[in-house]
C-alpha cells in the first residue's frame, strides 16, 4: 500500500471554511501525487478552490538552477497564465503584493530533512508574511525521506540564524515538514491559520523507499534517496575548500580536493570506527564549482547500514581527518554564503561557534557527539516531541 501525501488528500480533507477561496501554491518539480501528477494540474482541475498564482523556492518551480546560490526571477507561465512569483532572489519573503489576490497559500514542498535545506526557511517566511497579511497557510504533508527517527547534530543558536537555518533545530531534524511548521507556528507565527493536511499511512521508521510513493528530485543536486540519506553531514562541507562532489553525478556522496591522497585519507578515517558506512577510494574532476575541471583525491561514501549510519558524525570525522592530515591547505570558506555576510559559513551550517574551535583543536570526536547528542535530547523533550503527529 502506497502512503498517501498531503496532496493526494487534499481534495476529501480541504478544511471547509476555505472552500472557495482563491489559492496561492508554493511547490517546485517534487509537488506530484502517487501518481506523478503535478500539484498545478491537480489544482487547476479542483472545484474547491480557484487557483491564482504559483510560488518557487530555491532552484524554481520546476528545478532549472542547477548550481547552489542561483536567483531566479519571477515570470508569467506560459502554460497556465498565472503569474510566477520567486522566493529566491529579490526576495525570499512574499510581499503584500505578491499575496494581495489570494486567501490561502498552500505548501506542497519535499524536504529532505536537514537543518540547512532552505526549503523549510521559505515555508517559515511565507508562515510570517501570510500571518502579518492575514492569509490562512496550508501544508501538504510529506514524507521525511530518511525516516522520523533520528535526530543528529548540533542544534541551531538564535544568533547563529540564516537562510540555512531560521529558528533552532538540530542538523538532522527527523520530523516531517508538516509537523515542522506546526513547531513554528507555535514559537514563531502564533496567530497564524495554519492547517496541515496529514498523510496517511506513514510511520517514522520509514524511508522514503518503503512509501511506495515515486521519488523526483527536490532539487538538482539531490538526485537520490542516497543523497539525502549523508546530505544532513555532507552540507558541511560546503563551508570548507572541499569539493562537495557539485560538478559530479554523486553530488554529497563523492568528496576531495587536489591536495587530497585518498588512501591516506581513508587510513585516517578508519582511525574513528564508523558505524554503517564504507569510504572507497577514488579521483575525480567536477564538471562545475570547486575545482571545476581539476584532479581531486578523495573518497565516495557508501552507506552500509543506513540505521546505523550518523551523517553528521561521519561528515564531521571527514573534515577533522582533512584537517589534521593537510593543515597547510584546508581552509574554512570565507563570507558570503547564503545570504549571509559577517558570520563563517561553517558557523551558520553548524548553528553555533563550538564545532569549528573542536576541530581546530583535535577534540576528541565522541567528546564533541556527547556535546550534541545532549543538545537534541533537550530540543526532544522541551519541544520536538509535542508536535509529532505520526507514530
Not at 540555512?164 to 516531517?176: D, E, F, K, N, Y
Not at 579521483?283 to 543506513?306: A, W
Not at 583535535?362 to 537534541?376: H, I, N
Request: charged content about 25%; hydrophobic content about 35%; aromatic content about 12%.
Amino acid at each position: 500500500m502506497k502512503v498517501k501525501t498531503g496532496l493526494d488528500r487534499f481534495e476529501k480533507h480541504l478544511p471547509k471554511a476555505l472552500k472557495g477561496s482563491s489559492v496561492g501554491l508554493l511547490l517546485n518539480p517534487s509537488s506530484v501525487d502517487c501518481r506523478l501528477r503535478h500539484a498545478v494540474d491537480i489544482f487547476l482541475n479542483s472545484k474547491k478552490v480557484k487557483l491564482k498564482a504559483l510560488f518557487g523556492p530555491q532552484h524554481g518551480i520546476y528545478g532549472e538552477t542547477q548550481d547552489n546560490m542561483i536567483e531566479w526571477k519571477g515570470f508569467r507561465d506560459p502554460e497556465t497564465g498565472l503569474p510566477v512569483y520567486s522566493l529566491y532572489g529579490h526576495k525570499r519573503k512574499p510581499t503584500h503584493e505578491m499575496l494581495k489576490d489570494i486567501d490561502v497559500l498552500v505548501i506542497d514542498l519535499q524536504d529532505i530533512g536537514s537543518r540547512y535545506y532552505t526549503f523549510i526557511w521559505t515555508m517559515a517566511l511565507c508562515m510570517e508574511a501570510c500571518m502579518e497579511e492575514e492569509k490562512s497557510v496550508v501544508v501538504l504533508d510529506r514524507p521525511n525521506p530518511i525516516g522520523g527517527l533520528y535526530i543528529e547534530g548540533t542544534m541551531l543558536k538564535p544568533e547563529y540564524g540564516s537562510f540555512v537555518g531560521l529558528h533552532p533545530l538540530p542538523a538532522r531534524h527527523g520530523m516531517t515538514i508538516g509537523e515542522l511548521a506546526l513547531y513554528f507556528k507555535d514559537r514563531f507565527y502564533p496567530s497564524l491559520k495554519l492547517y496541515v493536511i496529514r498523510m496517511k499511512g506513514w510511520k517514522r521508521n520509514m524511508w522514503f523507499d518503503n512509501t511506495g510513493l515515486p521519488w523526483v528530485m527536490p532539487s538538482p543536486n539531490m538526485p537520490t534517496l542516497d543523497t539525502a540519506t549523508v546530505y544532513p553531514g555532507m552540507c558541511l562541507l560546503e563551508a570548507t575548500n572541499l569539493s562537495e562532489g557539485r560538478g559530479t553525478t554523486k553530488p554529497f556522496e563523492i568528496f576531495g580536493a587536489p591536495f587530497i591522497e585518498p588512501y591516506e585519507l581513508i587510513r585516517g578515517l578508519q582511525a574513528f570506527r564508523l558505524e554503517g558506512v564504507r569510504f572507497r577510494p577514488l579521483y575525480f574532476q567536477p564538471t562545475f564549482q570547486k575545482y571545476r575541471g581539476k584532479l581531486c583525491g578523495g573518497c565516495q561514501i557508501h552507506v552500509t547500514e543506513r540505521n546505523r549510519f550518523k551523517p553528521f558524525k561521519t561528515a564531521v570525522s571527514i573534515i577533522k581527518a582533512v584537517h589534521d592530515l593537510y593543515p597547510k591547505d584546508f581552509r574554512w570558506r570565507k563570507p558570503p554564503y547564503e545570504y549571509e555576510k559577517r558570520l563563517l559559513p561553517i558557523d551558520i551550517l553548524a548553528g553555533q561557534d563550538r564545532l569549528r574551535p573542536d576541530i581546530e583543536s583535535s577534540k576528541d570526536l565522541l567528546l564533541m557527539e556527547k556535546d550534541w547528542q545532549e543538545e537534541c535530547l533537550q530540543f526532544h523533550r522541551k519541544i520536538r516531541k509535542r508536535f509529532l503527529l505520526y507514530e
